[in-house]
């Protein structure tokens, strides 16, 4: 697994998405960053792809909850593997 090294607002600047849209993926359980002590998101490489899929995803007319079972789906075949 990656580590997590950056900050919300390192990742927007990345993905060109706002800190509401990129907490909101997070909300419907698309994207998974680890918190700090102090409750502060970090995120890795990895989640920024992760973010850039997703978004490009919904432009394309998915649904958040068909996105997460995209996910899970994928999740699950890497455990498998």
Known sequence: MEEKV?????????????????????????????RTKGGVRKYSFEDVDNIRE????????????????MLNKRLHGRGQA
């Open 6 to 34: 950056m900050y919300i607002g390192m990742v927007c600047e990345l993905t060109g998405l706002s800190e509401r849209q990129i907490r909101y993926y997070e909300e419907r359980k698309l994207v998974f960053p680890v």
């Open 54 to 69: 997703i978004n490009r995803n919904i432009k394309d007319g998915f649904r958040t909850f068909e996105l997460k079972g």
